[in-house]
C-alpha cells in the first residue's frame, strides 16, 4: 500500500559541490565514525537532544542472543529465553526472517547494535534511526522519564543477573525457575500505572535488600498476627466484611511480594526484580507507535539532511529509501500478509504529517489543529514526542489526511449479532469516531484485561481473590486458570478469580479448581 | 549531544544463549526424547548421523498471560478499506469466531495445533537417544584398563638392564670421551712427533759431541710415555653407557570392536535384513558415543561363515541352510587373532530368524559359553521373527542363566520394536 504513503522522492540539493563521506557500500570503523559525526551535526540542527552514544558492532549470532534476551543485554538464565533463541535462530537460518537491523537500549549511554552485515548506507540508516531517533526518545519521553533511570539499568540488570545465579546455587536452578515462571505470568501487571515508582538502582538495591527483609517480615507479622487459630473463625460480620486491601490494587506482583504469607525472602526479591524489568519495558509497550515512528521520521529526515549537504551519493540514497519504504509498508487488512496496524507506519505518518501540517497547511489543517497549521514544526514535534504516549498521541494529533491515506474503517464485533458491522470509515463523520477508536484501541487497559487485586480472606482460609473488569463483555482467554496456577504458587493459599461486569459474577476461576458440589 | 564511542564486540564470545538453550532442552526433555525415539524409526538408516529437528507442541510450552479472549463486543480499526461505508453489515464467516480480534488462537484440542519446531545437533541427538543407557560391564574393564599399559620410549638414559643397551650411542658417547680426555696428550704428541721428526731428518752431524741421539731417545720416551698414557684412558666406561628408556603409559581403552553376525540363509528376508541393520546401527552409534576407535567386523553365514564388508554383509543374498556355529567359530578366530581383549573392548550382535540346523544349535551355546562369552563385554542377540521359537532360542536361553551379566537376548517382530528392543538390552540397571 505504498500509495498511502508520500512517494519518497529525492530532495533538490543545496547549491553544494557534492562531495560524499565514501562511494562504496562496504563500512569501515572509520567511515562509522564520520558517518555518524556528520549524522550529530544534522541531528544538532533538528535540536535532538540525545544521551551518548555508544554503537557496539556485533555479528548475526551476536544479534540473535540479543534478541532472544528481549533487549536486555545482560539477562539472568532462564529457558524461555533458550525458547526464544531456538525460534530466532530456526527463523534465520531458514531465511524466513531477517534480523532486525538494530537493537537500541534504553541506557545511559545509550547502546545500540548495529549487525557487521549491513551494507554502509544501512550503517548510516541505524545510527540516524537507533543512535538519534530512538535515543533523543528515551530521553525527552515523559513516560520514559517517569519510569525507567537510562543510567541506572545496566547496572541494576548486572544486580539481578547475580542475585538469580546466586539463588539457583542456593536452592536449585528448578526451585529459581518455578518462581521465575509464575513471575513472568504477572509480569504485565507488576505496575502502578497511577504512581511514579522510585527509579531503579542497584546500589540502592543492594542497601535495601537487608532492611527490607526485617521490614517485610514485621509487616507480614502484622497482617498475620490477627488471624484467628484454626476452627476459631470470626463471626464479627462486620469485620469480616472489610476487605483487604481496602482498595484494590492493579499492581498484582507487588502485593504478593509484600503479602504472601508463605514466601521466603528471596522469592520476594526474585518477584521484586521481575517487577522492575516489568517497570523498565512498561513505557516501551505503550509507546511502540511514537517510538517507532519518531525514529523513522528521523531517520529519514536526518539522511535527507546529508543529502542536501552533498555528503551521500545517489545510490546510497537509493538503498536507503528501498530499505526505509520496506519498514514502512503497510499491507491492506486483505492482504496475506496483514497482521494488524505496522507501528512504524502509522507513527511515520503521523509525525511526517505533523510536519507538512506545520509547513504547508491547508484548510482542513486549520480547521482541525489550528494550533499546529504553520507553526515552527521542529518545536511542535519535540512536544509531541515529549508529553504524549501512544492512546493520546494518536487521539491527539491523528489527522483526517493520514486516515484517508492509510483508508482506516473500523469493524464491530459483537457476539450478540450475526453480523460484522462497519461502524466509521475515513470520512468526515467518520473521522472523529475513527480517532478514537483507533486511540482506544492502544490504550493498555484496554488491550490487556484489568485486573485487580480485590481481596485476602484474611480472618478466614487467606485465600486471595481477583477481579476482572471486563469491557464490552470481552471475556477472558483460556490462559487465565494457568495463570492463576502461577498466582497460587506464589500465595500458598487458594486464589480465586472472579470477572464481576456491573456488579454481577459473570464467570469464576478458581485454583485448586473448585469442586462443583462444592457450591 | 555526547560523543558516539564505536566498539567492536564482534570478538566477544557468541553463544551468551547457550546457558538458556541448555535450560531449554532440560526442561523439555521428556518431550525431546520421545520426537528423536520417533525420529529413529522414521529416519532412513544412512543419515541417523546427523542433527534433528525436533517439535514440541506449542501448548506446552506456552508462557501463560492473562489476555482477552474470543466473545463480547469488539471494535478494531484496520486498514486498507476500499469499498466498505459507515453502516455496512459484513455476514460473519460460518462457525461464529470470525477474524475481528485477529487473534488466531489455535485451538487447545490438537486441531490446527501449532508445533514449536527447532534443531538440535547430532551430539545432543545421540545423548537423547540414549539416555538413561548405558554400556554393560563398563566398570569391570574400566578396572581392568588400569593395568593395561603401553611401553613408550622416551629417550635415554644412564642405567638399565644390559637387555636396553644401547650399543651405537654408548660407543659413540665412549669415542667422544676418550677424544675429550686425550685431546691435550695426543697434541703434545704430536708436537713431539714433529720435533723428533724434524731432528731426525736433520743432517747427521759426525761430531758425537753435537749428536741429536740424546734429544731423540728423551723425545721418543716422552712420546712412548703420553701414549701409554692415552691407551690408559678406557675405552668404554660404565659413565659412557646409555640405555634405552621407557616409560609405562597407562593404555586408555578408548578402541572397541563391533562385532556383527548375521544369518543370511535363505529364510533371512530383506526386511528382517533391515531390522538387523537398524540394530547394528544403534548398536554402532551407541558405542561411538563412549569409544572414540570402533572396528567393526561383520561376518555373515549360512552353512558356513565369511568375514565380508558392510556392502555385502547387508545386500548380497545366499540360499540354503544354516549353521550358527560356523559364524561363533570364525568369530573366535578372529577375536585370537587379531582382537586380543587385554587391548580391546570387544561387543557382539547377533541376529538371526532362529532358523538352525537342529544340531548346530547346542554346540553354538557351548561355544558361546566356553570360548566367546568370556572374552566380550557384551553379546546380544536378537532374534527377529514373529513366530516360535526354536531350538536355538533356548540354548541361547541356557546361556543367558548362567551369563546374566554379559550376555542378553531379545525378540524382534516388527521394525517398531528395534528401539524399545535396544534400550531393554542396554538400559542401565540398578547398581
Redesign the interface.
Known amino acids: 500500500?505504498t500509495d498511502?504513503i508520500e512517494h519518497p522522492k529525492l530532495p533538490n540539493r543545496e547549491q553544494v559541490r557534492p562531495d560524499p563521506i565514501s562511494t562504496g557500500s562496504e563500512w569501515t570503523?572509520d567511515l562509522?565514525?564520520k558517518y555518524?559525526?556528520e549524522i550529530?551535526k544534522c541531528?544538532?540542527e533538528f535540536g535532538?537532544?540525545?544521551?551518548?552514544?555508544?554503537?557496539?558492532?556485533?555479528?548475526a549470532?551476536?544479534m540473535?542472543?540479543a534478541y532472544?534476551?528481549v533487549g536486555m543485554p545482560v539477562g539472568y538464565?532462564?529457558?524461555?529465553?533458550?525458547?526464544?533463541?531456538?525460534?530466532t535462530?530456526?527463523g534465520y537460518?531458514r531465511g524466513q526472517m531477517g534480523l532486525a537491523y538494530e537493537i537500541v537500549i534504553n541506557s545511559n549511554?545509550c547502546i545500540a547494535?548495529l549487525m557487521?552485515e549491513n551494507t554502509l548506507p544501512m550503517q548510516a540508516l541505524v545510527i540516524a534511526h537507533a543512535?538519534y531517533g530512538h535515543n533523543s526518545f528515551f530521553k525527552g519521553n515523559y513516560l520514559f522519564r517517569t519510569w525507567t533511570d537510562a543510567s541506572a539499568i545496566i547496572d541494576y540488570l548486572v544486580f539481578a543477573r547475580n542475585y538469580v545465579a546466586e539463588c539457583e546455587e542456593r536452592h536449585g536452578?528448578e526451585a529459581v525457575?518455578e518462581i521465575l515462571?509464575s513471575c513472568?505470568?504477572?509480569?504485565?501487571?507488576g505496575v502502578d500505572r497511577y504512581k511514579r515508582p522510585p527509579p531503579i538502582s542497584a546500589a540502592e538495591e543492594r542497601r535495601q535488600q537487608k532492611e527490607r527483609e526485617e521490614y517485610v517480615q514485621r509487616q507480614l507479622n502484622d497482617l498475620w498476627r490477627t488471624i484467628p487459630k484454626m476452627g476459631d473463625e470470626d463471626d464479627d460480620p462486620e469485620r469480616r466484611r472489610q476487605r483487604y486491601p481496602s482498595e484494590p490494587q492493579e499492581n498484582i506482583l507487588y502485593f504478593i511480594e509484600k503479602n504472601a504469607p508463605l514466601l521466603e525472602t528471596w522469592q520476594r526479591e526474585i518477584i521484586r526484580i521481575v517487577r522492575k524489568l516489568g517497570q523498565y519495558f512498561y513505557p516501551q509497550r505503550q509507546t511502540q507507535v511514537m517510538n517507532e515512528g519518531w525514529a523513522s521520521f528521523w531517520h529519514y529526515t536526518l539522511l535527507h539532511r546529508m543529502y542536501e549537504k552533498g555528503l551521500v551519493t545517489d545510490g546510497f540514497m537509493l538503498e536507503f529509501l528501498q530499505s526505509h519504504t520496506a519498514v514502512i509498508y503497510?499491507?491492506?487488512?486483505?492482504?496475506p500478509w496483514?497482521?494488524?496496524?505496522n507501528p512504524y507506519t502509522l507513527g511515520f505518518s503521523i509525525f511526517s504529517d505533523l510536519r507538512r501540517m506545520c509547513e504547508n497547511p491547508t484548510d482542513e489543517d486549520r480547521e482541525w489543529f489550528p494550533d499546529i497549521a504553520g507553526s515552527d514544526w521542529v518545536e511542535t514535534l519535540h512536544f509531541a514526542m515529549r508529553n504524549f504516549k501512544d492512546e493520546s498521541f494518536i487521539q491527539q494529533f491523528l489527522s483526517p489526511r493520514v486516515m484517508r491515506d492509510?483508508?482506516?474503517?473500523?469493524?464491530?464485533?459483537?457476539?450478540?449479532e450475526?453480523?460484522?458491522?462497519?461502524?466509521?470509515?475515513?470520512?468526515d463523520?467518520?473521522y472523529r469516531p475513527?480517532r478514537e477508536?483507533?486511540a482506544r484501541?492502544y490504550n493498555l487497559s484496554y488491550r490487556?484485561?484489568n485486573?485487580q487485586v480485590w481481596n485476602v480472606d484474611v480472618r478466614g482460609d487467606r485465600s486471595l481473590t481477583l477481579r476482572?473488569i471486563?469491557?464490552?463483555?470481552?471475556?477472558?482467554?483460556?490462559?487465565?486458570d494457568?495463570?492463576l496456577r502461577?498466582v497460587h504458587r506464589l500465595w500458598g493459599f487458594d486464589v480465586h478469580l472472579e470477572s464481576v461486569d456491573e456488579g454481577t459474577v459473570v464467570a469464576e476461576h478458581h485454583c485448586p479448581p473448585r469442586d462443583l458440589n462444592d457450591g | 549531544m555526547g560523543m558516539t564511542h564505536v566498539v567492536d564486540r564482534r570478538l566477544n564470545g557468541k553463544n551468551k544463549s547457550a546457558v538458556n538453550r541448555e535450560r531449554f532442552l532440560r526442561r523439555y526433555r521428556q518431550h525431546i526424547k520421545k520426537a528423536v525415539a520417533d525420529a529413529v524409526q522414521k529416519r532412513s538408516i544412512t543419515d541417523i548421523e546427523r542433527g534433528e529437528s525436533v517439535s514440541i507442541p506449542s501448548r506446552d510450552i506456552h508462557e501463560p498471560i492473562f489476555h482477552h479472549g474470543q466473545g463480547g463486543k469488539r471494535e478494531m480499526v484496520h486498514p486498507g478499506n476500499q469499498e466498505f461505508v459507515a453502516g455496512d453489515e459484513i455476514a460473519k464467516p460460518e462457525g461464529g469466531g470470525g477474524g475481528g480480534s485477529g487473534a488466531g488462537q489455535a485451538s487447545p484440542d490438537g486441531e490446527g495445533m501449532d508445533e514449536f519446531a527447532f534443531q538440535i545437533t547430532q551430539d545432543e541427538f545421540l545423548d537423547f537417544l540414549f539416555d538413561d543407557l548405558e554400556l554393560p560391564n563398563l566398570a569391570r574393564k574400566k578396572l581392568k584398563d588400569t593395568e593395561a599399559f603401553t611401553w613408550q620410549r622416551s629417550g635415554f638414559t644412564s642405567q638399565g638392564v644390559p637387555a636396553k643397551l644401547d650399543v651405537v650411542r654408548s660407543l659413540r658417547g665412549a669415542h667422544a670421551r676418550r677424544l675429550g680426555l686425550s685431546g691435550a696428550r695426543r697434541k703434545k704428541i704430536r708436537e713431539l712427533q714433529e720435533q723428533l721428526a724434524a731432528l731426525k731428518s736433520a743432517p747427521d752431524d759426525l761430531d758425537p759431541a753435537f749428536s741429536h741421539a740424546d734429544q731423540i731417545e728423551a723425545l721418543e720416551s716422552e712420546i712412548a710415555r703420553l701414549k701409554a698414557n692415552v691407551r690408559r684412558i678406557p675405552f668404554i666406561d660404565e659413565i659412557d653407557l646409555r640405555y634405552r628408556q621407557h616409560v609405562k603409559k597407562p593404555k586408555p581403552a578408548t578402541s572397541a570392536v563391533m562385532f556383527c553376525l548375521m544369518d543370511v540363509s535363505g529364510s533371512m528376508t530383506q526386511t528382517h535384513k533391515d531390522i538387523a541393520k537398524r540394530f547394528f546401527i544403534l548398536l554402532y552409534l551407541f558405542l561411538k558415543k563412549n569409544y572414540k576407535k570402533i572396528d567393526v567386523v561383520f561376518i555373515r553365514h549360512h552353512t558356513s561363515a565369511k568375514e565380508v564388508d558392510e556392502e555385502e554383509f547387508f545386500y548380497s543374498r545366499e540360499t540354503g541352510g544354516t549353521i550358527v556355529s560356523s559364524a561363533l567359530k570364525l568369530m573366535h578366530k578372529i577375536i585370537e587373532s587379531r582382537y586380543s581383549p587385554d587391548e580391546w573392548n570387544i561387543y557382539a550382535a547377533q541376529a538371526s530368524d532362529g532358523d538352525n540346523w537342529n544340531d548346530d544349535s547346542p554346540v553354538c551355546g557351548k561355544i558361546l559359553a566356553e570360548r566367546i562369552i568370556p572374552l566380550v563385554q557384551y553379546y546380544s542377540y536378537v532374534e527377529i521373527t514373529p513366530q516360535d521359537h526354536q531350538m536355538l532360542w533356548y540354548e541361547y536361553q541356557k546361556v543367558m542363566e548362567s551369563f546374566p551379566q554379559s550376555f542378553a537376548m531379545q525378540q524382534i517382530a516388527d521394525p517398531a520394536e528395534i528401539y524399545p528392543v535396544f534400550r531393554q538390552l542396554f538400559e542401565r540397571k540398578a547398581a
Open positions: 500500500m498511502t570503523f562509522i565514525r555518524d559525526e550529530a541531528a544538532e535532538l537532544d540525545t544521551y551518548p552514544n555508544q554503537v557496539e558492532v556485533i555479528s549470532e551476536q540473535m542472543d532472544s534476551s538464565h532462564h529457558w524461555s529465553f533458550g525458547k526464544q533463541f531456538l525460534n535462530s530456526k537460518q549511554p547494535y557487521e543512535c536452578v525457575e515462571d513472568h505470568a504477572l509480569m504485565n501487571h503497510q499491507p491492506p487488512f486483505n492482504s496483514y497482521s494488524g496496524i492509510m483508508k482506516f474503517f473500523s469493524i464491530e464485533n459483537d457476539d450478540q450475526d453480523v460484522f458491522r462497519v461502524t466509521a470509515i475515513h470520512d463523520p467518520g475513527l477508536k483507533l484501541q490487556e484485561p485486573i476482572h471486563p469491557v464490552d463483555r470481552v471475556p477472558l482467554g483460556e490462559d487465565a494457568e495463570v502461577h
